[in-house]
């Protein structure tokens, strides 16, 4: 069986890892942003706050896997949105790519030059 051509396996990896990355960066936004707004607009006092600020840090993994959790989790959470990025990228340019390779092709099968 011949290997996948390296968009197809990207495209593989990039919708296999979207679900298990989309949930923390999920909460992590929605508490940071609520974080700060909470704070800005609603004049929550930092205590009042304080409770985003666990969940948007993952303070609260602590309680079954240590300080490490927390390291573990905001590590993840970067490099799992820098792997979307990227791929995503990747993704983007291949497409405009083919379309460029496509409309030239076209270009030249009309008998025009570019």
Do not use: K
């Given at each position: 069986m011949p290997a996948r051509p390296w968009p197809l396996r990207l495209r593989h990896w990039h919708g296999a890892l979207a679900p298990v990355v989309l949930l923390p960066l999920l909460v992590t936004v929605s508490s940071g942003v609520g974080y700060r707004l909470g704070r800005d607009w609603i004049h929550l006092s930092r205590d009042q706050a304080h409770l985003l600020m666990?969940?948007?840090?993952?303070?609260?993994?602590?309680?079954?896997?240590?300080?490490?959790?927390?390291?573990?989790?905001?590590?993840?959470?970067?490099?799992?949105?820098?792997?979307?990025?990227?791929?995503?990228?990747?993704?983007?340019?291949?497409?405009?790519?083919?379309?460029?390779?496509?409309?030239?092709?076209e270009r030249a099968a009309e008998g025009g030059d570019t």
């Open positions: 666990v969940i948007h840090e993952g303070e609260w993994l602590q309680r079954w896997f240590g300080a490490s959790g927390e390291t573990f989790y905001v590590l993840a959470n970067g490099l799992g949105l820098l792997w979307m990025l990227a791929s995503g990228a990747g993704l983007l340019l291949e497409r405009w790519r083919r379309r460029l390779s496509r409309s030239q092709s």
